[in-house]
């Protein structure tokens, strides 16, 4: 149906298309920001990786709260976790986002992770934090993924929640 | 008369000759530059960039292994495993882009006549990326109040000094306006309005520069995409050209120029300026970059 120069020329734009295609329902249908995924969708949105924050609340056996402190909980082996879920805050992410702030043994990753992940998480993915503890050791952490939302008419800003998950120890 | 006849056959058949020897040569520099773009922005894993260093140092040292598709695969195969394991949903896109081209690189080698065949997939991968990004500019609804440029001059502290001379905002309201963002960061979420301090003037040129980029990058898009007669299609090379000059200056997404000048190198008219042209842009480009950013390679302002 298709010459040889035909699909060797246009089999790559459309491996683009179907990623492209894929990265749009994702989109739409999942937690993914729309600068990642091969959409292309870069500087569309100013809710971007470094305008993301993770807020993270402690609570007590019977509930009470014991502060809430920012990224500086989040132990440095799973600052890639962190990073990666700025952009697709997934249950699966902040689920050992929470387990690690709990001291709680964190599910390992797989071989071919350890060797190949060298993530983009640098140190600088703790800007605008301040080092913060607990009062007291946590039996159960909320953590709250924001972004920050502009208003170009009025000219004001604020902070929103993208999306929330619970760990308990 | 048939002297003269010879002399002119003679004088076609050399042009056909030497017009087929500059248009493999191009080839095969769009070749050995996309090596060392995988090389060089293909990952961030020093190991696999070790990997594709190696790779490229062999399609560099071989015309034959040059244009053998399969050493392409391979290198594609490795960014492909790279951002496939570090997830497709966290991948730079330029890195994905990249992959893109490598994949092209070698895929258009099992055609007939690979150079036509890599123009082919550079001129619509090309359409691709300006009409995606053209997609979400608009879809994104933050660029039709001129709310992102507008933002992306209020709170980049780079752009501040500049906010100051053209924009009209005393240097205290700029500070103010990054310390209001800092505290929304850190403090417990609570959706409550701060205000961001602004001039009319950063709001027209918010204006300008949202509308502005949606007119260029949608213009690129269409004239990659349509099919363009031969007096018309050196304008794909200005509007790439000038993209990369401008907007990829202005605002440097890591290594994207290089892969959009590869693309664009391929897809280009067979005529003498093309080469040192697209060549030119790329040193002038990064010297740019340099200069205005203080780094050779660019770096991501917003990402």
């Known amino acids: 149906?298709?010459?040889?120069?035909?699909?060797?020329?246009?089999?790559?734009?459309?491996?683009?298309?179907?990623?492209?295609?894929?990265?749009?329902?994702?989109?739409?249908?999942?937690?993914?920001?729309?600068?990642?995924?091969?959409?292309?969708?870069?500087?569309?949105?100013?809710?971007?990786?470094?305008?993301?924050?993770?807020?993270?609340?402690?609570?007590?056996?019977?509930?009470?709260?014991?502060?809430?402190?920012?990224?500086?909980?989040?132990?440095?082996?799973?600052?890639?976790?962190?990073?990666?879920?700025?952009?697709m805050p997934d249950e699966a992410r902040l689920e050992r986002l929470g387990r690690a702030v709990l001291g709680l043994p964190v599910e390992p990753s797989t071989r071919l992770e350890r060797v190949l992940v060298n993530s983009d998480a640098k140190p600088a993915a703790r800007s605008f934090d301040r080092a913060c503890t607990f009062a007291a050791r946590p039996e159960r952490v909320r953590l709250e993924l924001g972004s920050v939302e502009f208003d170009a008419v009025n000219h004001r800003a604020r902070a929103y929640r993208v999306t929330a998950h619970e760990v308990q120890r | 008369m048939t002297m003269r006849a010879e002399a002119s056959g003679l004088t076609l058949a050399a042009a056909t000759h030497a017009h087929a020897a500059t248009a493999g040569e191009r080839h095969i520099v769009v070749?050995?530059?996309?090596?060392?773009?995988?090389?060089?922005?293909?990952?961030?894993?020093?190991?696999?960039?070790?990997?594709?260093?190696?790779?490229?140092?062999?399609?560099?040292?071989?015309?034959?292994?040059?244009?053998?598709?399969?050493?392409?695969?391979?290198?594609?195969?490795?960014?492909?495993?790279?951002?496939?394991?570090?997830?497709?949903?966290?991948v730079s896109q330029h890195k994905i882009?990249?992959?893109?081209?490598?994949?092209?690189?070698?895929?258009?080698?099992?055609?007939?006549?690979?150079?036509?065949?890599?123009?082919?997939?550079?001129?619509?991968?090309?359409?691709?990326?300006?009409?995606?990004?053209?997609?979400?500019?608009?879809?994104?609804?933050?660029?039709?109040?001129?709310?992102?440029?507008?933002?992306?001059?209020?709170?980049?502290?780079?752009?501040?000094?500049?906010?100051?001379?053209?924009g009209g905002l005393d240097a205290a309201l700029v500070k103010a306006n990054y310390d209001a963002v800092a505290q929304l960061r850190s403090a417990p979420i609570t959706n409550d309005w701060v205000a961001i301090h602004a001039t009319p003037r950063i709001d027209l040129w918010g204006d300008l520069l949202s509308w502005g980029t949606i007119l260029g990058e949608g213009v690129v898009a269409l004239l990659f995409l349509a099919p363009l007669s031969e007096r018309l299609r050196p304008a794909r090379d200005l509007s790439i050209l000038g993209f990369v000059l401008t907007v990829d200056v202005a605002f440097p997404y890591t290594g994207f120029a290089f892969p959009m000048l590869m693309a664009g190198l391929a897809q280009a008219p067979q005529r003498a300026w093309v080469r040192p042209v697209y060549l030119g842009t790329l040193v002038v480009h990064t010297l740019l970059v340099f200069l205005i950013h203080g780094h050779p390679l660019g770096r991501s302002i917003l990402y």
Request: with cysteine; glycine share 12%.
């Open chain 2, 31 to 90: 070749l050995q530059l996309s090596a060392v773009l995988m090389a060089v922005w293909g990952t961030d894993h020093p190991g696999l960039q070790g990997v594709l260093m190696a790779l490229c140092a062999v399609l560099l040292s071989s015309r034959r292994l040059l244009t053998s598709p399969w050493p392409w695969l391979l290198g594609a195969g490795v960014l492909g495993a790279w951002i496939s394991v570090n997830s497709w949903s966290i």
């Open chain 2, 97 to 166: 882009f990249v992959f893109e081209w490598v994949l092209a690189c070698g895929v258009t080698l099992f055609a007939p006549d690979p150079e036509r065949a890599l123009a082919v997939s550079g001129r619509f991968l090309l359409a691709g990326l300006f009409g995606l990004a053209t997609f979400w500019k608009l879809a994104g609804g933050e660029y039709f109040d001129g709310g992102f440029m507008e933002w992306l001059l209020l709170w980049r502290e780079e752009l501040g000094g500049i906010l100051s001379r053209f």
């Open chain 1, 1 to 87: 149906m298709f010459s040889r120069q035909t699909l060797a020329q246009l089999a790559v734009p459309a491996l683009m298309l179907v990623i492209a295609a894929q990265q749009i329902v994702r989109v739409q249908t999942s937690l993914l920001n729309s600068n990642r995924g091969g959409g292309f969708g870069m500087f569309s949105t100013i809710d971007s990786s470094h305008l993301r924050f993770l807020r993270v609340e402690g609570f007590d056996a019977a509930g009470r709260s014991l502060g809430s402190c920012g990224e500086s909980v989040i132990p440095d082996e799973v600052l890639p976790v962190l990073h990666q879920a700025r952009w």
